[in-house]
T-cell receptor, first 110, second 114 residues
Framework: GQQVQQSPASLVLQEGENAELQCNFS?????MQWFYQRPGGSLVSLFY???GTKHSGRLTSTTVIKERRSSLHISSSQTTDSGTYLC????????????FGQGTSLSVVP | AQTIHQWPVAEIKAVGSPLSLGCTIK??????LYWYWQATGGTLQQLFY??????VESVVQLNLSASRPKDDQFILSTEKLLLSHSGFYLC?????????????FGHGTKLSVL
Protein backbone atom coordinates (compact mmCIF):
# COMPACT_ATOMS: atom_id res chain seq x y z
CA GLY A 1 0.00 0.00 0.00
CA GLN A 2 0.83 3.67 -0.16
CA GLN A 3 3.65 4.45 2.27
CA VAL A 4 3.04 8.19 2.33
CA GLN A 5 -0.41 9.78 2.35
CA GLN A 6 -0.95 13.51 2.07
CA SER A 7 -4.11 15.41 2.94
CA PRO A 8 -6.00 17.29 1.82
CA ALA A 9 -5.48 16.59 -1.88
CA SER A 10 -6.35 20.19 -2.68
CA LEU A 11 -7.10 23.35 -0.77
CA VAL A 12 -8.35 26.84 -1.64
CA LEU A 13 -7.58 29.71 0.73
CA GLN A 14 -8.40 33.35 0.86
CA GLU A 15 -5.26 35.44 1.09
CA GLY A 16 -4.32 35.88 4.74
CA GLU A 17 -5.80 32.58 5.93
CA ASN A 18 -3.71 29.83 7.51
CA ALA A 19 -3.33 26.27 6.26
CA GLU A 20 -2.33 22.96 7.81
CA LEU A 21 -1.10 20.25 5.44
CA GLN A 22 -0.74 16.69 6.66
CA CYS A 23 1.56 13.83 5.75
CA ASN A 24 1.00 10.37 7.27
CA PHE A 25 3.37 7.47 6.76
CA SER A 26 3.06 3.75 7.30
CA UNK A 27 6.71 2.67 7.53
CA UNK A 28 9.48 3.49 9.95
CA UNK A 29 10.93 6.91 9.35
CA UNK A 30 14.52 7.97 9.13
CA UNK A 31 13.94 11.36 7.59
CA MET A 32 11.11 13.62 6.46
CA GLN A 33 11.41 16.41 3.92
CA TRP A 34 8.93 18.97 2.62
CA PHE A 35 9.10 20.49 -0.83
CA TYR A 36 7.24 23.16 -2.74
CA GLN A 37 6.59 22.38 -6.40
CA ARG A 38 6.14 25.48 -8.52
CA PRO A 39 3.41 25.50 -11.18
CA GLY A 40 6.15 25.03 -13.78
CA GLY A 41 7.30 21.82 -12.07
CA SER A 42 10.58 22.67 -10.34
CA LEU A 43 10.95 21.77 -6.66
CA VAL A 44 12.18 23.90 -3.79
CA SER A 45 13.39 22.32 -0.56
CA LEU A 46 11.41 23.74 2.37
CA PHE A 47 12.36 21.58 5.36
CA TYR A 48 14.46 18.64 6.35
CA UNK A 49 12.71 17.63 9.55
CA UNK A 50 13.08 14.06 10.86
CA UNK A 51 11.56 15.01 14.23
CA GLY A 52 10.32 17.97 16.23
CA THR A 53 9.37 21.43 15.00
CA LYS A 54 11.20 23.75 12.62
CA HIS A 55 10.35 27.27 11.48
CA SER A 56 11.15 29.21 8.35
CA GLY A 57 9.41 32.55 7.92
CA ARG A 58 5.67 31.88 7.68
CA LEU A 59 6.21 28.11 7.46
CA THR A 60 6.36 25.62 10.33
CA SER A 61 7.04 21.91 10.02
CA THR A 62 6.26 19.45 12.82
CA THR A 63 7.13 15.75 12.71
CA VAL A 64 5.90 13.33 15.38
CA ILE A 65 7.58 10.00 14.77
CA LYS A 66 5.54 7.84 17.17
CA GLU A 67 2.32 9.11 15.59
CA ARG A 68 3.75 8.60 12.09
CA ARG A 69 2.83 12.03 10.87
CA SER A 70 4.33 15.30 9.76
CA SER A 71 2.58 18.60 9.14
CA LEU A 72 3.31 21.83 7.34
CA HIS A 73 1.67 24.97 8.64
CA ILE A 74 1.43 28.04 6.44
CA SER A 75 0.44 31.24 8.19
CA SER A 76 -0.93 34.41 6.60
CA SER A 77 -1.07 32.83 3.15
CA GLN A 78 -0.17 34.83 0.06
CA THR A 79 -1.09 34.29 -3.59
CA THR A 80 2.55 33.42 -4.27
CA ASP A 81 2.16 30.38 -1.96
CA SER A 82 0.00 28.73 -4.63
CA GLY A 83 1.43 25.49 -5.94
CA THR A 84 1.87 21.90 -4.80
CA TYR A 85 3.35 20.87 -1.47
CA LEU A 86 5.06 17.50 -1.29
CA CYS A 87 6.32 15.50 1.65
CA UNK A 88 8.92 12.78 1.20
CA UNK A 89 9.89 9.95 3.52
CA UNK A 90 13.33 8.50 3.85
CA UNK A 91 13.27 5.10 5.51
CA UNK A 92 15.92 3.32 7.52
CA UNK A 93 15.84 0.40 5.07
CA UNK A 94 17.30 2.45 2.22
CA UNK A 95 19.42 5.50 2.80
CA UNK A 96 19.40 6.44 -0.89
CA UNK A 97 15.67 6.48 -1.52
CA UNK A 98 12.93 9.00 -0.83
CA UNK A 99 9.26 8.07 -1.19
CA PHE A 100 7.05 11.01 -2.11
CA GLY A 101 3.45 11.65 -1.24
CA GLN A 102 1.00 12.60 -3.95
CA GLY A 103 0.99 16.22 -2.84
CA THR A 104 -1.44 18.90 -1.70
CA SER A 105 -2.41 21.41 -4.36
CA LEU A 106 -2.83 24.83 -2.75
CA SER A 107 -4.54 27.77 -4.39
CA VAL A 108 -4.53 31.13 -2.60
CA VAL A 109 -6.96 33.64 -4.03
CA PRO A 110 -7.00 37.41 -3.41
CA ALA B 1 27.38 28.06 -4.14
CA GLN B 2 26.10 24.85 -5.63
CA THR B 3 24.29 24.97 -8.94
CA ILE B 4 22.48 22.21 -10.75
CA HIS B 5 21.81 22.51 -14.45
CA GLN B 6 19.55 20.24 -16.45
CA TRP B 7 19.29 20.03 -20.22
CA PRO B 8 17.28 20.30 -22.32
CA VAL B 9 14.46 22.28 -20.72
CA ALA B 10 11.90 20.53 -22.90
CA GLU B 11 11.82 17.87 -25.60
CA ILE B 12 9.23 16.62 -28.05
CA LYS B 13 10.20 13.20 -29.39
CA ALA B 14 8.68 10.46 -31.50
CA VAL B 15 7.92 6.99 -30.16
CA GLY B 16 10.88 4.72 -30.88
CA SER B 17 13.43 7.53 -31.05
CA PRO B 18 16.42 7.75 -28.68
CA LEU B 19 16.67 10.10 -25.73
CA SER B 20 19.45 11.63 -23.69
CA LEU B 21 18.85 13.98 -20.75
CA GLY B 22 21.68 15.53 -18.82
CA CYS B 23 22.41 17.04 -15.45
CA THR B 24 25.51 18.84 -14.16
CA ILE B 25 26.23 19.84 -10.57
CA LYS B 26 28.79 22.50 -9.83
CA UNK B 27 30.19 23.53 -6.49
CA UNK B 28 29.98 20.16 -4.74
CA UNK B 29 32.55 17.40 -4.77
CA UNK B 30 31.30 13.81 -5.07
CA UNK B 31 27.59 14.45 -4.45
CA UNK B 32 25.00 11.69 -4.44
CA LEU B 33 22.94 12.10 -7.62
CA TYR B 34 19.38 11.06 -8.41
CA TRP B 35 16.91 10.93 -11.30
CA TYR B 36 13.20 11.35 -10.61
CA TRP B 37 10.22 11.14 -12.93
CA GLN B 38 6.71 12.51 -12.62
CA ALA B 39 3.91 11.59 -15.00
CA THR B 40 1.42 14.40 -15.60
CA GLY B 41 -0.71 14.57 -12.47
CA GLY B 42 1.28 11.75 -10.91
CA THR B 43 3.57 11.15 -7.95
CA LEU B 44 7.32 11.73 -8.11
CA GLN B 45 9.15 8.43 -8.48
CA GLN B 46 12.83 7.85 -7.96
CA LEU B 47 14.39 6.15 -10.99
CA PHE B 48 18.12 5.94 -10.28
CA TYR B 49 20.73 7.02 -7.80
CA UNK B 50 24.50 7.22 -7.92
CA UNK B 51 26.92 7.51 -5.04
CA UNK B 52 30.09 7.72 -7.10
CA UNK B 53 31.43 7.95 -10.64
CA UNK B 54 30.67 4.90 -12.73
CA UNK B 55 28.18 3.42 -10.26
CA VAL B 56 24.44 3.71 -10.81
CA GLU B 57 21.66 1.85 -9.01
CA SER B 58 18.21 1.38 -10.51
CA VAL B 59 15.17 1.93 -8.29
CA VAL B 60 12.29 1.62 -10.77
CA GLN B 61 12.38 -0.18 -14.10
CA LEU B 62 11.01 2.03 -16.87
CA ASN B 63 13.15 0.87 -19.84
CA LEU B 64 15.54 3.71 -19.12
CA SER B 65 19.20 3.68 -18.21
CA ALA B 66 21.46 6.10 -16.41
CA SER B 67 25.19 6.72 -16.32
CA ARG B 68 27.58 8.85 -14.35
CA PRO B 69 30.57 9.45 -16.62
CA LYS B 70 32.03 12.24 -14.46
CA ASP B 71 31.78 13.21 -10.81
CA ASP B 72 29.55 16.17 -11.65
CA GLN B 73 27.48 14.68 -14.48
CA PHE B 74 24.47 12.35 -14.57
CA ILE B 75 22.88 11.16 -17.82
CA LEU B 76 19.48 9.54 -18.38
CA SER B 77 18.92 7.78 -21.67
CA THR B 78 17.07 5.21 -23.72
CA GLU B 79 17.45 3.91 -27.24
CA LYS B 80 13.70 3.62 -27.85
CA LEU B 81 11.15 5.93 -26.32
CA LEU B 82 7.69 4.73 -25.35
CA LEU B 83 4.55 6.85 -24.99
CA SER B 84 4.66 6.07 -21.27
CA HIS B 85 7.98 7.91 -20.95
CA SER B 86 6.23 11.25 -21.25
CA GLY B 87 6.40 13.39 -18.16
CA PHE B 88 8.71 15.57 -16.13
CA TYR B 89 12.25 14.45 -15.34
CA LEU B 90 14.13 15.90 -12.42
CA CYS B 91 17.75 15.54 -11.45
CA UNK B 92 18.68 16.01 -7.80
CA UNK B 93 21.66 15.89 -5.48
CA UNK B 94 22.40 15.40 -1.82
CA UNK B 95 25.64 15.62 0.10
CA UNK B 96 25.33 12.08 1.46
CA UNK B 97 22.52 9.57 1.81
CA UNK B 98 18.91 10.73 2.07
CA UNK B 99 18.44 9.41 5.58
CA UNK B 100 20.12 12.50 6.99
CA UNK B 101 20.56 14.99 4.16
CA UNK B 102 18.38 17.40 2.25
CA UNK B 103 17.66 16.82 -1.41
CA UNK B 104 18.06 19.62 -3.96
CA PHE B 105 16.50 19.56 -7.41
CA GLY B 106 17.26 20.96 -10.82
CA HIS B 107 14.59 22.76 -12.81
CA GLY B 108 13.56 19.68 -14.70
CA THR B 109 13.01 18.57 -18.29
CA LYS B 110 9.52 18.24 -19.73
CA LEU B 111 9.36 15.33 -22.16
CA SER B 112 6.50 14.78 -24.58
CA VAL B 113 6.54 11.53 -26.54
CA LEU B 114 4.22 11.50 -29.55
Amino acid sequence: GQQVQQSPASLVLQEGENAELQCNFSTSLNSMQWFYQRPGGSLVSLFYNPSGTKHSGRLTSTTVIKERRSSLHISSSQTTDSGTYLCALGSSSSFSKLVFGQGTSLSVVP
Amino acid sequence: AQTIHQWPVAEIKAVGSPLSLGCTIKGKSSPNLYWYWQATGGTLQQLFYSITVGQVESVVQLNLSASRPKDDQFILSTEKLLLSHSGFYLCAWSLRGLSNERLFFGHGTKLSVL
